[in-house]
């Protein structure tokens, strides 16, 4: 009886869990909507078994986007470093951080789509308790601004979960700027809302 291991290296590439998310994250990043049928049949499974694997569309997206949202505020570390040392306002590192994810969310082409295509979706998604997005990215910010405050790069007088709650609230109220007043999203409008808050 050969194990799962030995089907893959000797070429077996029948679809798993992990491959529906990686496909439908690459069609994600590239702009395109996620539609659980036609993942469906790109993987050649059923929309059961699919649904089996990844629960709903909505569960599914929220990974994707989470993946996505993590990975850029984990690697955004050195570009602000690099941009709050040349800063004449001498902004804190972790302001200039929140800038960039919100600067690269806006730019990035799955996010583009998704929020003017499925914008109050999206922000429903994102922001309501019960998806856990927004749980988790409350939780991310925090662990960042005790990463911050230890180092000496940050100084506020909030207590630190209220401080990563309402960062993270003027984070989202600037991405989804469209669908809340109308007006275009701007993360310079942003940037100045979080050097207030998280002074260095």
């Known amino acids: 009886m050969t194990t799962p291991l030995q089907r893959r290296l000797a070429g077996d590439s029948r679809p798993d869990p992990m491959t529906a998310f990686r496909v439908a994250r690459a069609a994600f990043q590239a702009g395109q909507r996620v539609d659980m049928r036609g993942l469906a049949g790109e993987l050649g499974v059923n929309r059961a078994t699919l649904y ?17 949202c993590a990975r850029t505020l984990r690697l955004s570390a050195d570009r602000a470093r690099e941009r709050a040392e040349v800063d004449p306002e001498q902004p804190s590192e972790l302001a200039v951080r929140l800038t960039l994810f919100v600067e690269d969310t806006l730019g990035h082409p799955g996010m583009r789509r998704f929020l003017a ?5 999206a922000m429903r998604l994102l922001t309501l308790s019960s998806g856990g997005f927004q749980r988790r990215l409350v939780a991310l910010v925090d662990e960042l601004a ?10 506020s ?9 309402t960062v993270v609230r003027v984070v989202e109220s600037f991405v989804y700027l ?18 207030a808050l998280l002074p260095r």
Do not use: Q
Not at 53 to 58: A, F, L
Not at 117 to 121: M, Q
Not at 146 to 153: D, F, K, R, V
Not at 157 to 165: E, F, G, N, Q, V
């Open 52 to 68: 089996r694997w990844v629960g709903s569309r909505e569960e599914l997206l929220s990974e994707i986007v989470w993946s996505l």
């Open 117 to 121: 295509e499925e914008g109050e979706f």
């Open 146 to 155: 005790a990463e911050a405050t230890a180092a000496g790069g940050l100084h």
């Open 157 to 165: 007088p909030l207590p630190r979960p209220d401080l990563a709650y």
């Open 178 to 195: 469209k669908v809340i007043t109308g007006e275009e999203p701007d993360a310079a409008r942003a940037g100045r809302v979080l050097r």
